[in-house]
């Protein structure tokens, strides 16, 4: 009943070394540079009803005004109205430049970047349907420009800029390819000069999912694909995109699709993470002007479904319930709704579904670079409570997803909350559970205990009569 | 989410809605026809019977008066058929007089004296506190009774000032502006007046349902009263909301009740009523409309500067803990005890956005 | 010239001329101007899906039909909006200025208690919604200036509108005509542009969706 009075706490990290009135007009003109038909028709078409606070889960979660959705893009909003508004010409008149403050786009940081996983559900209940995700990544970039973003976030980012990926070089990635063959006796295709497939990575899963790795080569050696690793090419995941860093965000995409044009392949297939599919799929054209036609972008999710629809993949049955946990920019933001439930079905499992599921369902929090910005976790713990309720709710046996981001989120949160389920990797419950003639995978060895698979291997013979120990430490800090 | 109570608030006012249009529609539609009705019926029909003088002056008054029936055919609609001249219209006609009537004239001082009176408290005693602010909030009132509360403030304020000005326009403000202005406010005043009537009344029942809870008499009221409110220094203990709160809601709910009925038989008069009750519901309305419009003052006042911190519960919904504890000691105590017996705290802060 | 002679002529020209002119201009802005991007190759179809969300969004989303803000919003607000429509385009003195002014509409009006009635709604939807935006500490907190504003001019063309009922005095007539100019003035410039943006930040959205073969 009584609740204590919230204090206003300001938490902003600053990147970079810049006077403040150079992060204004940084801010500025990179908010500018985002506005367009979609932009501006949606910034014009809201009526401050605040139904898509009823929609967040940070909101729901706190039941904290500042975190009502259309709230976090005010700075974004405020220089269209200083710039485009119906008495911008007066500045011009004027002589003036009209500019944010520095303190607003402070104090902005952490709703910019710490409450938005950009998971679209407030679009959703908007009865004007503005695309508020959208607004946030395009507000990121004024941001990023300022030197605006949570510590974390930038070292990600500058991780991913010197070093090829987050996970490190080129060789770095050999070296673990080649530790991934060894641990489970998989031959894993690496730098094929020319190939149909190039098969993209997660960070995550070169550091602590290998059996995610070799599952997901098994799938793709059981069904015949001719494809490679690129050592030049592996890093799925777009820190540009998640940061607001609209270079690299290009460049990182375009690095894949030029690779797989040159090793002559047909199709780019994105591992289980789910902004790459947004950054891959559906993002790509604006770099080269025109949609990437000769090339098929697909989500391992995807590929692994249809193939169970075309009779090429079975599973045996591994029976008890399971409930899923849709990623947003799988499901809401990316189509998929389906595919993750043909593969549970193909596993036989009972799929129960959670309250709400689909494209409705919540976002496991981590979600647009909440993940990595460390700072963030005591808000997104909030937010897990809605979506440990709703795994309560279903009673099922397993908790299942197809998102290495969300997986590590949940995997967090799990552990901090001492929830007691455990959450599973779609794709892994294949690997362990497809019919195939292809060898089987390998137990690491003792000794070299490899990082964070041994139950998951031990996991895989027993998946057959039911839950598969897929737990496993909370991922390493990076 | 915990919203599901604010749903059943919401299908209430919807069926408000509903119910407003449905006793809206009938009356309505009557309206325009009126004119037409009567002089159609007054070409049509021949005139009195019995011009020859058989019967005598005192029987033809007494039927004149009371509608014997044939003498003469008012509106086919009209409660009165047969009635031609009403004798009480002459008693009303004079406490209706805008110069001299004893409404306009008692209501006027009666209000000046209100405000008087509450100028002087407020100088006397200024506004009442209750200390330090603990920083702890309660939440007191739910977005809906919010929402309600302000929305009939709104409209009250509205027909307050519109009304008020029928009823005081000719003595105080025609000699102050002039013959045409007056006529100009006034027809603009009784529109206003006549479409935002039966909003109040929605927004009335609205009030009704949204308040009652904690409105009925307790023994506490007694204490409270025993020790002067509070408002002569001293402590006055309260449930959730003390005596003169309980009185002002039923004040508001009896004489906005008599309003919103005598409004309607006053703005539907050939359906619903006679000319006696249009001139009683005339009487009550402005009595009620005094009295309700004296005490909203008081309310005025004490929901305002009179006491530091309440305005604040209507808006955002919270009071410190406090306030609560100077003026409604005993709904405090209820409602952390409900805290600590249950885990509502989370509820109640979402209930409250 | 009396003053409304001016209202009703040269004033009412410029009035009516800016919101044309410049709603349109700022609907060509909103729409032709700044970053465009090339679309990825669709799986579903944008065109319907855009479609779907237009329409879809007429209703409140399904996972908010327990969720009283949401009923209030919408009842409100529709209760608001259509009354507001029925008395702008089919109230007797609304017809024959417009007959007058602008185009023969082919209806016919609707009868005076409809009209009457219609603006009771209008005003319960009108003032509910706006007495909101002060006690409701999510919206109170997003609402700008115009906001208010705007619900401010719409709330008192409509009261002197209801003023002028009477039709007895030119007055009155004025001041409702006066006002009515006064916020087609401001329109173009504010957050009532939503009347005429609605369809495309929903179609804009809906396609995305559609493009990408899931719903918005
Ligand atoms: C079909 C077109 C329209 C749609 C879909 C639409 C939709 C909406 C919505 C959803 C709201 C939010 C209600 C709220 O505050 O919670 C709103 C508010 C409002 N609309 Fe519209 N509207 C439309 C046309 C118009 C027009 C033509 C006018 C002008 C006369 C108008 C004036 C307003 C005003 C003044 C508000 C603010 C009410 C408030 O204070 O909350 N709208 N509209
Ligand atoms: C501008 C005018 C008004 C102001 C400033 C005002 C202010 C307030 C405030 C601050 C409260 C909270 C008191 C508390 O916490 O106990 C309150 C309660 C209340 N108000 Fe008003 N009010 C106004 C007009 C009205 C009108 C016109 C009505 C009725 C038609 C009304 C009916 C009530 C009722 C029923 C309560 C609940 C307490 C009770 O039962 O008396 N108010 N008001
Ligand atoms: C409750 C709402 C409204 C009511 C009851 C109302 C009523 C009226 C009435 C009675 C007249 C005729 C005045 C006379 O001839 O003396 C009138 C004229 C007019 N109204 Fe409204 N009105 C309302 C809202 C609006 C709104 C929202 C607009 C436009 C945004 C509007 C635009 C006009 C125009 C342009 C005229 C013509 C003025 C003239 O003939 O001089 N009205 N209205
Ligand atoms: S996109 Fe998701 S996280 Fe971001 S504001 Fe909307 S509902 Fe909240
Ligand atoms: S739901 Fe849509 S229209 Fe309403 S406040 Fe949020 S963004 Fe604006």
Same mark, same amino acid.
């Given at each position: 009943?009584? %609740?204590?009075t919230?204090?206003?706490h300001?938490?902003?990290?600053?990147?970079?070394?810049?006077?403040?009135?150079?992060?204004?007009?940084?801010?500025?003109?990179?908010f500018?540079?985002?506005f367009?038909?979609?932009?501006q028709?949606?910034?014009?078409?809201?009526v401050?009803?605040?139904?898509?606070?009823?929609?967040?889960?940070?909101?729901?979660?706190t039941?904290?005004e500042?975190?009502?959705?259309?709230?976090?893009i005010k700075?974004f909003?405020?220089?269209?109205?200083?710039?485009?508004g119906?008495?911008?010409w007066?500045?011009?008149?004027?002589?003036r430049k009209?500019?944010?403050?520095i303190?607003?786009?402070e104090?902005?940081?952490?709703l910019?970047?710490?409450?938005?996983n950009?998971?679209?559900r407030?679009?959703?209940?908007?009865?004007?349907?503005?695309?508020i995700?959208?607004l946030?990544?395009d507000?990121?970039?004024?941001m990023?420009a300022?030197?605006?973003l949570?510590?974390?976030?930038?070292?990600?980012?500058?991780n991913a800029?010197?070093q090829?990926?987050?996970?490190g070089s080129?060789?770095?990635f050999?070296k673990t390819?080649?530790e991934i063959?060894?641990?489970?006796?998989?031959?894993?295709?690496?730098?094929?000069p020319?190939?149909?497939?190039l098969?993209t990575l997660t960070?995550?899963?070169l550091?602590n999912?290998h059996f995610?790795v070799?599952s997901?080569?098994?799938v793709?050696?059981?069904l015949?694909?001719?494809?490679?690793?690129?050592s030049?090419?592996?890093?799925?995941?777009?820190?540009?995109?998640?940061?607001?860093?609209?270079?690299?965000?290009?460049?990182l995409t375009?690095?894949l699709i030029d690779?797989?044009?040159e090793?002559g392949?047909?199709m780019?297939?994105?591992?289980?993470?789910?902004?790459?599919?947004g950054a891959?799929r559906?993002?790509?054209?604006?770099?080269?002007g025109?949609p990437?036609d000769?090339?098929r972008?697909?989500?391992?999710?995807?590929v692994?479904?249809?193939?169970?629809e075309?009779?090429?993949?079975?599973c045996r049955?591994?029976g008890e319930?399971?409930?899923?946990h849709?990623?947003?920019?799988?499901?809401?933001?990316?189509?998929?709704?389906e595919?993750p439930r043909?593969?549970?079905?193909?596993?036989?499992?009972e799929?129960?579904e959670?309250?709400?599921?689909g494209?409705d369902?919540?976002?496991?929090?981590?979600?647009g670079g909440?993940l990595?910005?460390?700072?963030?976790?005591?808000?997104r713990?909030?937010a897990f409570?809605?979506k440990k309720?709703?795994v309560e709710?279903?009673?099922?046996?397993?908790?299942?997803?197809?998102c290495?981001?969300c997986?590590m989120?949940?995997g967090r949160?799990?552990e901090?909350t001492?929830f007691d389920?455990q959450i599973? %990797?779609?794709i892994?419950l294949?690997g362990?559970?497809?019919?195939?003639?292809?060898p089987?995978?390998?137990?690491?060895?003792?000794?070299?205990?490899?990082?964070?698979?041994g139950?998951r291997?031990?996991?895989?013979?027993?998946a057959?009569?039911?839950r598969?120990a897929?737990?496993?430490?909370?991922a390493?800090?990076? | 989410?915990?919203i599901?109570?604010?749903?059943?608030?919401?299908?209430?006012l919807?069926?408000?809605?509903?119910?407003?249009?449905l006793m809206?529609?009938p009356a309505?539609?009557?309206?325009?026809?009126?004119?037409?009705?009567?002089?159609?019926a007054?070409r049509?029909e021949?005139?009195?019977?019995n011009?020859?003088?058989k019967r005598s002056d005192?029987?033809?008054?007494h039927? =004149?008066?009371l509608?014997a029936?044939?003498i003469?055919?008012?509106?086919?609609?009209?409660r009165?058929?047969g009635?031609v001249i009403?004798?009480?219209?002459?008693?009303?006609?004079k406490?209706r007089?805008p110069?001299k009537?004893p409404?306009v004239h008692?209501g006027?001082?009666?209000?000046?004296a209100?405000l008087? =009176?509450l100028?002087?408290?407020y100088l006397?005693?200024?506004?009442?506190?209750?200390g330090?602010?603990s920083g702890?909030r309660?939440?007191?009132?739910?977005?809906?009774?919010?929402?309600?509360?302000?929305?009939i403030?709104?409209?009250f304020?509205l027909?307050?000032?519109?009304?008020?000005?029928?009823?005081f326009?000719?003595?105080?403000i025609?000699?102050l502006?002039g013959?045409?202005?007056?006529?100009i406010l006034?027809t603009?005043a009784m529109?206003?007046?006549?479409?935002?009537?039966p909003?109040?009344a929605l927004?009335?029942l609205?009030?009704f349902?949204?308040f009652?809870?904690g409105?009925?008499?307790s023994l506490?009221?007694i204490?409270w =009263?025993?020790?002067?409110?509070?408002?002569?220094?001293?402590h006055?203990?309260?449930g959730?909301?003390n005596l003169g709160?309980?009185?002002?809601?039923?004040?508001a709910v009896?004489?906005?009740?008599a309003l919103?009925v005598?409004?309607f038989?006053m703005?539907?008069?050939?359906?619903?009523a006679t000319r006696n009750?249009?001139?009683l519901?005339? =009487?009550?309305?402005?009595?009620?409309?005094?009295?309700?419009?004296?005490f909203?003052?008081?309310?005025?006042?004490l929901?305002t500067?009179g006491?530091?911190g309440t305005?604040?519960?209507?808006?955002?919904g919270?009071?410190?803990?406090?306030?609560?504890?100077?003026?409604?000691?005993?709904?405090?105590?209820?409602?952390?005890e409900?805290?600590?017996?249950g885990?509502q705290?989370?509820e109640?802060?979402?209930e409250g956005a | 010239?009396?003053?409304l002679?001016?209202?009703?002529g040269?004033?009412?020209?410029a009035?009516a001329? $800016?919101?044309?002119v410049?709603a349109?201009f700022?609907l060509?802005v909103i729409?032709f101007t700044?970053r465009?991007?090339?679309?990825?190759?669709?799986?579903g179809?944008?065109f319907?899906?855009?479609?779907?969300? $237009?329409l879809g969004?007429?209703?409140?989303?399904?996972r908010?039909?327990?969720?009283?803000?949401?009923w209030?919003?919408?009842?409100?607000?529709?209760s608001f909006?259509?009354?507001?429509?029925v008395?702008?385009l089919?109230?007797?003195?609304?017809?024959?200025? $417009?007959?007058?002014?602008?185009?023969?509409?082919?209806?016919?009006?609707i009868?005076?208690?409809?009209?009457?009635?219609?603006?009771?709604f209008?005003?319960?939807?009108?003032?509910t919604?706006?007495v909101?935006?002060?006690?409701d500490p999510?919206v109170r907190?997003i609402s700008?200036?115009?906001?208010?504003?705007?619900?401010?001019?719409?709330?008192i063309?409509m009261?002197t509108?209801?003023?002028?009922?009477?039709e007895?005095?030119?007055?009155?007539?004025?001041?409702?005509l006066g006002l009515?100019?006064?916020?087609?003035?401001?329109?173009?410039?504010?957050?009532l542009?939503?009347?005429?943006?609605?369809p495309?930040?929903?179609?804009?959205t809906?396609?995305m969706?559609?493009r990408?073969?899931?719903?918005?």
């Amino acid at each position: 009943m009584t %609740s204590d009075t919230t204090e206003k706490h300001r938490s902003f990290d600053k990147q970079r070394d810049l006077p403040d009135e150079v992060r204004v007009e940084n801010a500025m003109a990179g908010f500018v540079a985002e506005f367009g038909p979609k932009a501006q028709s949606w910034m014009n078409a809201c009526v401050r009803c605040g139904l898509c606070a009823e929609a967040c889960h940070f909101y729901l979660a706190t039941g904290e005004e500042k975190y009502t959705p259309i709230h976090k893009i005010k700075p974004f909003e405020d220089a269209y109205a200083l710039t485009h508004g119906p008495f911008s010409w007066l500045h011009g008149l004027l002589g003036r430049k009209p500019k944010l403050t520095i303190e607003e786009l402070e104090e902005w940081e952490e709703l910019i970047y710490d409450s938005c996983n950009m998971c679209g559900r407030c679009t959703l209940a908007c009865p004007m349907g503005i695309d508020i995700a959208s607004l946030v990544k395009d507000a990121r970039r004024g941001m990023y420009a300022a030197g605006l973003l949570p510590d974390r976030l930038a070292r990600i980012v500058r991780n991913a800029e010197k070093q090829h990926s987050p996970f490190g070089s080129p060789e770095d990635f050999r070296k673990t390819i080649k530790e991934i063959e060894r641990e489970y006796g998989i031959p894993l295709p690496l730098d094929k000069p020319k190939a149909d497939v190039l098969m993209t990575l997660t960070p995550e899963a070169l550091e602590n999912r290998h059996f995610g790795v070799a599952s997901m080569a098994r799938v793709l050696h059981h069904l015949g694909l001719d494809w490679t690793f690129c050592s030049d090419a592996f890093e799925a995941t777009n820190f540009g995109y998640l940061s607001g860093n609209m270079e690299l965000q290009g460049a990182l995409t375009v690095r894949l699709i030029d690779k797989a044009r040159e090793i002559g392949a047909s199709m780019l297939i994105v591992p289980e993470c789910g902004h790459a599919w947004g950054a891959t799929r559906w993002e790509a054209a604006k770099w080269y002007g025109a949609p990437v036609d000769d090339i098929r972008i697909r989500h391992i999710v995807e590929v692994l479904a249809d193939a169970v629809e075309d009779g090429k993949l079975e599973c045996r049955p591994v029976g008890e319930s399971a409930t899923f946990h849709d990623p947003c920019q799988q499901i809401r933001r990316g189509g998929l709704e389906e595919k993750p439930r043909i593969l549970m079905r193909a596993l036989g499992m009972e799929l129960r579904e959670m309250d709400p599921h689909g494209l409705d369902a919540f976002c496991c929090g981590g979600g647009g670079g909440v993940l990595a910005n460390e700072r963030a976790g005591p808000l997104r713990l909030k937010a897990f409570e809605l979506k440990k309720r709703a795994v309560e709710e279903t009673g099922a046996d397993h908790f299942v997803t197809s998102c290495n981001i969300c997986e590590m989120t949940l995997g967090r949160d799990i552990e901090a909350t001492g929830f007691d389920k455990q959450i599973e %990797s779609l794709i892994d419950l294949i690997g362990a559970n497809m019919i195939t003639d292809q060898p089987p995978l390998k137990a690491p060895g003792r000794g070299a205990k490899p990082k964070g698979a041994g139950k998951r291997a031990a996991g895989a013979k027993k998946a057959g009569k039911g839950r598969s120990a897929t737990r496993r430490k909370p991922a390493a800090k990076k | 989410m915990a919203i599901n109570k604010r749903h059943s608030a919401v299908r209430l006012l919807w069926s408000l809605f509903l119910l407003a249009f449905l006793m809206a529609m009938p009356a309505l539609t009557g309206n325009d026809s009126l004119l037409a009705q009567e002089s159609s019926a007054a070409r049509a029909e021949p005139g009195p019977p019995n011009t020859l003088g058989k019967r005598s002056d005192a029987e033809i008054w007494h039927d =004149l008066r009371l509608g014997a029936g044939g003498i003469a055919n008012p509106p086919t609609g009209s409660r009165e058929a047969g009635a031609v001249i009403n004798a009480e219209g002459w008693e009303w006609a004079k406490l209706r007089n805008p110069e001299k009537s004893p409404i306009v004239h008692y209501g006027a001082w009666g209000l000046l004296a209100i405000l008087g =009176l509450l100028v002087l408290f407020y100088l006397i005693r200024g506004p009442v506190g209750h200390g330090e602010d603990s920083g702890r909030r309660i939440l007191r009132f739910r977005l809906s009774q919010r929402v309600v509360h302000w929305s009939i403030a709104f409209v009250f304020i509205l027909m307050g000032l519109t009304g008020l000005s029928i009823l005081f326009g000719r003595p105080f403000i025609l000699p102050l502006i002039g013959k045409e202005a007056h006529s100009i406010l006034l027809t603009a005043a009784m529109q206003a007046h006549n479409l935002f009537g039966p909003i109040f009344a929605l927004f009335l029942l609205g009030l009704f349902v949204h308040f009652l809870r904690g409105n009925f008499p307790s023994l506490v009221d007694i204490k409270w =009263l025993l020790k002067g409110g509070g408002f002569f220094g001293g402590h006055a203990p309260a449930g959730r909301y003390n005596l003169g709160e309980k009185a002002w809601f039923w004040t508001a709910v009896i004489a906005g009740g008599a309003l919103s009925v005598t409004g309607f038989l006053m703005l539907f008069p050939d359906y619903l009523a006679t000319r006696n009750t249009i001139h009683l519901s005339e =009487l009550i309305h402005a009595i009620a409309a005094l009295v309700m419009i004296g005490f909203s003052l008081g309310h005025i006042y004490l929901g305002t500067i009179g006491t530091r911190g309440t305005l604040k519960g209507m808006v955002d919904g919270y009071v410190d803990e406090n306030w609560a504890r100077a003026h409604h000691d005993r709904w405090l105590e209820e409602e952390l005890e409900k805290a600590e017996s249950g885990d509502q705290a989370r509820e109640t802060a979402e209930e409250g956005a | 010239m009396t003053l409304l002679e001016l209202l009703e002529g040269p004033l009412w020209i410029a009035s009516a001329s $800016i919101f044309v002119v410049f709603a349109a201009f700022r609907l060509i802005v909103i729409l032709f101007t700044g970053r465009r991007e090339a679309e990825a190759r669709p799986v579903g179809s944008p065109f319907l899906g855009a479609l779907r969300t $237009i329409l879809g969004h007429f209703l409140p989303w399904r996972r908010l039909l327990g969720n009283g803000k949401a009923w209030f919003v919408t009842i409100a607000g529709y209760s608001f909006h259509i009354g507001l429509f029925v008395l702008l385009l089919f109230a007797a003195p609304h017809v024959e200025f $417009i007959r007058e002014k602008i185009v023969n509409l082919p209806w016919d009006p609707i009868p005076r208690w409809g009209f009457i009635l219609s603006a009771q709604f209008a005003f319960a939807g009108l003032i509910t919604l706006w007495v909101r935006r002060f006690v409701d500490p999510v919206v109170r907190l997003i609402s700008r200036p115009d906001d208010h504003v705007a619900a401010g001019l719409t709330f008192i063309v409509m009261l002197t509108g209801c003023m002028a009922l009477g039709e007895q005095s030119a007055f009155l007539r004025g001041l409702h005509l006066g006002l009515v100019e006064l916020w087609l003035i401001y329109f173009p410039f504010s957050s009532l542009m939503h009347t005429f943006t609605w369809p495309f930040s929903r179609g804009f959205t809906g396609a995305m969706a559609g493009r990408r073969g899931t719903r918005a």
